[in-house]
């Protein structure tokens, strides 16, 4: 019943992620991408943009997480995220207890031939700002050889 409920839930998400594209797009036309939009999450987030990456992979080759969704990220959803296209995974921590867990995923992910990265600032379960910058120190490997994110 789990994967069932899963399945749902993404099922859900997806057409929830898919509504606020459609709106950015209205909004800002030709400036986003429905197609390959970068995914982030933080927390519970974090655990539900690993779903939606693993889910479909081609789509959101490269995911952020904060805080989360380590858990997700088993060898089985590994090779899957990887044999269809996934590229890259960043993920963040602000708590202590986030560490060792984000690093074995580091681990897991790097195994698999997927590049992974994990940054920490010790901000606590948050987004605050030296976890901002943490990240934005990975934002030229994460976005690496993407041609929309080119310096012009």
């Known amino acids: 019943m789990i994967g069932a409920t899963r399945t749902v839930v993404g099922a859900y998400l997806r057409a929830h992620v898919d509504a606020a594209i459609r709106a950015l797009q209205a909004r800002f036309g ?8 970068l995914i982030a999450g933080f927390s519970l987030g974090a655990t539900e943009a690993s779903e939606l990456a693993i889910g479909a992979p081609a789509r959101f080759p490269r995911v ?14 590994i090779r899957a995220f990887g044999d269809s296209g996934g590229l890259r995974v960043l993920l963040g921590c602000g708590s202590p207890w986030c560490v060792p867990l984000a690093k074995a ?6 195994a698999a031939g997927i590049e992974a990265h994990m940054v920490y600032a010790n901000v606590g379960h948050t987004t605050d700002r030296p976890l901002q910058e943490a990240i934005m120190t990975e934002l030229a490997w994460f976005l690496g050889d993407d041609p929309r994110w080119a310096q012009r």
Do not use: F, I, K
Request: overall charge negative; aromatic content about 8%; glycine content about 14%.
């Open 30 to 37: 030709d400036y986003v991408d429905g197609e390959q939009p």
């Open 64 to 77: 952020a997480v904060l805080e989360g969704g380590h858990n997700v990220w088993t060898r089985q959803a």
């Open 105 to 110: 995923t580091v681990g897991r992910v790097s």
